[in-house]
Structures are given as C-alpha cells and as structure tokens.
C-alpha cells in the first residue's frame, strides 16, 4: 500500500484485495457462486468506474467547461480572456454532443437508425487515421527496415556467434535471417498462383518462421501470465501482516469453508456416479 | 511372462494417470513454485538485452529540462509486469530533471500515475531532490477517443487536457509554457498493456511527427514491437518482467522485477518439463499399446 491512508480504510483495503483476489483464484477449481459474485461485483464497479472517468476525464472539461465558459464569454462580452467570437466557436461541441447521444439511440429499437450518423462519423474518422499512420509505421517503415547489406554488416561481428556478439546487434547472419524470413513469409501468403517447385519450396521455408513466431508469441503469453500470478502471490504475501489480522490466511480459509459447504450442499447429484 | 504383463501393466497405468492429470494439480504445482520461492527468495543473473539499453541510453542521454510525455496506458490488472518499469523509468526521469507529463488513454491509468508520482517523489524528497507537481510533473488524466486521442493531443496538450487530473486549468501551469504541440516533446514513452498502446503511439505519434520514442509493454505484446525496433520507429523497448529486471539492473537499483526473475525462470523450467514428459509419456503409451495391437 503506497500513500497516508486512514488506518481503518487501509485494513480494509487489504482486507478485500486479499478476499477479491482468492475468490477470483477459485475459479480454477471449478466455476462456484464466490467466483460468480466476484465476477459481478467486478463487471458492476468497473463500469461505474469507467463512467466516471470518462465523465471527469472527457465530457466535464472538453465539453461542459468549454461551453460554461463559451456562454459567459457572450453573456458578459468577454470572460477568461475569450472574446464573444471565442464564446460562438466554443458552442459547436454541442454538434459532438448530440452526436454522442445520438449513439444511445440504439437502444430504442423505433430511432436505431439515428446512430448510423455517429457512427459513420467515428468508422471514417477512425479508418482515415489508421490508413495515413498504418500506412507510415507498417508499411513504409518496415519496408525501409528490411533493406539491409548482405555482402557487409552494419558492425564487424558477421555472425551472431562471434565473440562479443549479442542476438539483436546488427550482423551479417541476422539480416540474412530477416531478408529471408520476410521473403519466405511473404511467399507463403502469395496465393495467385499455385505454390509449387520453388514457390512450393519458399512457402514451406515461410510456414516454418510463422511457426517459430508462434511459438515466441506463446512463449511471451506465459512469461506474462507467470508475472501476473507472482504479482498476485506477491500482494498476499504482502498483505498478509500482523498489522492487518493476518488476511490472506482468513479468506483462503473463508474461500474454502464457502466452496465446501457449497460442493455439499447444493451439488449433490453431480457427486452421484 | 506374467510377471513382464504385470510391470508392463503398471507402466501404463502410471502414464496412462499422468496423461490424464486432471490440469488442477498443474495449477497447484505452479502455486506452489510461485510461493515457495517467494517466501526463500533467490537471485539468478539478470542479462541486459540490446534493446533494454537501447532505451535507458535514450533517456540517459536526454538533457536536464527536457519536456517528456509518459503515457501510462494500463492498470491494476497489469501492475505486476508494468509497475517495476514504471517507477524505475519515471525515477531516472525525475533524477535527471525531465520535465515529466503524463497522461493516459486507460481510465484505469490515471490512479497507477498518481500511485507512482506519490513512491519516486517521496523517494527523492527523502533523498534531498524536491520535486513539484506542476513545475517538475503533472498528471493530465485520461483521455477516451483512442487513436483520435492520440492525435488530438499532439496537435496540442492545453486543448486536449484543458484540466490536470486535480482540475487544474493545464494553460495556468509553470510545466505546460511556452509549448503545445508534439513537436515540442523531446521525448514519448508509453508503458502499455493493449490498445491502445505502443502500437498506436507508433503510428499515429512517431511515424507523423517523427519523434523519439521508446516503450514499456507486457511479455504480451513485445513480440509485435521488434519489427518496429528493427525499423527504428522505436529507440527501444522493455517487454514485461523480464525487461523490468534488466532496466533495475542497468538504474542499479534492483527491486520487485529482479526479485521475480527466479521464480519466473523457476516455473518456466517447470512448464517445459510437463510439456516434455507429457509428451515423452503420451508417445510410450502409444507405443505399449501398439505393440499389444490395440488399435490407436
């Protein structure tokens, strides 16, 4: 726990990080009501949460504080350093209100058809930018990127083994690797004419580096779930302080006798052979 | 002969057990590793990677009063891999007197910036370095719009965040004169889950206005980040908590990340190891079975 907090409210805290947390982890024994209240709990405080923020993060200062200070700046001729011309210019964020609530008309089956307008207002805008930066950092770039010398390294070291040599520094050998990985791959996925003799060939070299992706993608996919599990297993042990009332050994206790009494009473056909 | 049948037999049916190990006992396994070496913690070599240095060079190299904007785009959920490379990073920003401003496109993200300017700058206040929220850093909060956001913001901080996460007016404070745009930003990091994230900095931020970048991003996704590393859209990068561990290296101040590396690499070794032996085990149950012509 970082920050001065009350002492009551920082027992508390920990308290339901450590109960939240083990519930959560229930889940791997089976699907149980502790993990399905949890689950509740969590979908209903993320999206109060997320409101909020969204409400005091976006719409109070882009749009309400602007307009406030818009209709003052034309009620008394200047307010804040604006001009009642500033004031005229702020009120179009009314137009991106209205747009915005236009979204919610979806949810009255008779209006749908009103959220198609912001709709194709956000699919444009959103398509436009995707096109213009893709087009830069994925395909420009990436382009320029594996353009590189295969007679002559960028460094001396013309094998990633050589002495002093790291994996990722330029060499010969790995932009040998990159130029050909790129080439193949692209093979692979060149599906106009039939992928046969030395186009056959190319594609299969090419399937090989998707594979070898996959499996460094799977890789890192457990790398980063073991972290999230030693975070865990980090905070319970933290939290687990005399200080607190020792509160991971309670409500693993607490998880347990609930899953327990849960399994013997209310799951007595599944018991039956 | 029946003697053969029978050790033959229970072979089988110790792998035929094993194969089917119910996944439970895995996960108990695995929690017991995890907890094991926390409580008898032990430290393994941490190797820096190339594009670990490349990143601390770049912000080693940056000059005192830069302006740098960190982006911090994740939250708690995230906090086990991110937080380590978020207090060591922002830690080296401060101690060189960058001129921090954060923001966030997760509305999650503005409590871990708040989190984490209350531990570095405590840190450095014990340490003698005060540091003023406003004149030294501030926190813009968060922003919903995605990649619009992202451009938004860099044709211009003040009407983007036209508050500071405290509700202050962003065009009243000492940090935010005598600039706006992206092109005034010495620097963009962004420590980052998902999308948005890195990849979308990179293309809507870097690639239009041509500036440094560098980025901390969980195991998830660094793999997706090496093309753009190759390509230079990236300065460098840290890629969960093995990334963590080799940045408190290079800042020399080892904390939670190296602490995990042990166990990280601990239960590694023990996934191989049951992917091996369970395949080692499915192949020689396969192989008793054929030999007693039962038919696969």
Not at chain 2, 40 to 61: G, L, N
């Amino acid at each position: 726990m970082t920050g001065t907090y009350d002492p009551f409210v920082e027992t508390l805290g920990v308290w339901l990080v450590c109960f939240f947390t083990l519930a959560v982890f229930s889940f791997l024994y089976r699907d149980n009501p502790i993990y399905k209240a949890v689950e509740h709990i969590y979908v209903g405080v993320a999206a109060g949460y997320y409101f909020y923020q969204a409400f005091r993060g976006t719409i109070y200062p882009n749009f309400v504080l602007h307009v406030m200070r818009g209709t003052r700046a034309i009620v008394q001729g200047q307010a804040e350093g604006w001009t009642v011309h500033d004031g005229w210019l702020a009120q179009w964020r009314w137009g991106a209100a209205v747009l915005g609530i236009l979204l919610l008309s979806r949810l009255v089956p008779r209006l749908s058809w009103l959220s198609r307008w912001p709709m194709a207002l956000v699919v444009g805008a959103f398509a436009g930018l995707n096109l213009t930066g893709f087009a830069k950092a994925n395909f420009i770039d990436q382009i320029a990127g594996t353009m590189l010398p295969l007679a002559a390294g960028g460094s001396a070291q013309a094998l990633p083994f050589w002495p002093g040599a790291t994996a990722a520094a330029p060499s010969i050998f790995n932009h040998f690797v990159l130029v050909v990985g790129v080439v193949t791959v692209l093979t692979y996925f060149f599906f106009s004419t039939p992928r046969t003799g030395m186009l056959g060939k190319m594609g299969t070299v090419g399937i090989w580096f998707v594979m070898m992706t996959f499996g460094a993608t799977y890789g890192s996919i457990v790398l980063a779930r073991i972290s999230l599990l030693i975070g865990r297993a980090t905070t319970l042990l933290d939290a687990n302080l005399p200080k607190y009332g020792y509160p991971a050994y309670w409500c693993a206790l607490l998880v347990l006798l609930a899953i327990v009494v849960w399994r013997l009473k209310f799951c007595k056909d599944e018991q039956q052979p | 002969m029946t003697e053969r049948n029978d050790k033959v037999g229970i072979w089988e049916r110790w792998l035929s057990a094993f194969v089917s190990l119910d996944r439970r006992w895995i996960f108990l396994i695995v929690a017991s590793v995890v907890v094991f070496f926390l409580i008898v913690p032990v430290s393994m070599p941490v190797t820096v990677s190339e594009q670990v240095r490349a990143m601390y060079e770049t912000i080693e190299a940056l000059p005192a009063g830069a302006r740098v904007h960190l982006s911090i785009d994740y939250g708690p959920g995230s906090e086990a891999e991110l937080w380590p490379q978020h207090i060591a990073i922002l830690r080296q920003l401060l101690e060189k007197d960058c001129k921090v401003i954060c923001s966030s496109l997760w509305t999650d993200g503005p409590p871990m910036i708040e989190k984490a300017f209350t531990v570095v700058v405590g840190q450095l206040e014990k340490e003698g370095k005060k540091k003023v929220r406003g004149v030294d850093y501030v926190n813009l909060g968060f922003k919903a719009g995605d990649r619009v956001a992202i451009t938004k913001i860099g044709s211009s901080f003040k009407e983007t965040f036209p508050t500071d996460y405290q509700g202050n007016p962003t065009s009243a404070l000492p940090i935010m004169q005598g600039w706006d745009t992206y092109r005034d930003i010495d620097l963009l990091i962004t420590i980052a889950v998902g999308d948005p994230g890195a990849v979308e900095y990179i293309q809507q931020a870097q690639s239009r206005y041509n500036i440094p970048m560098v980025a901390g991003v969980t195991a998830v996704i660094s793999p997706q980040l090496y093309p753009y590393y190759q390509s230079r859209n990236l300065r460098g990068f840290l890629g969960g908590l093995a990334g963590a561990a080799e940045y408190e290296k290079l800042v020399g101040r080892p904390g939670y990340a190296t602490r995990g590396m042990f166990i990280q690499s601990a239960v590694h070794l023990l996934i191989v190891g049951l992917v091996l032996a369970g395949n080692v085990a499915q192949f020689a149950l396969w192989s008793m079975r054929r030999k007693r012509g039962e038919r696969l």
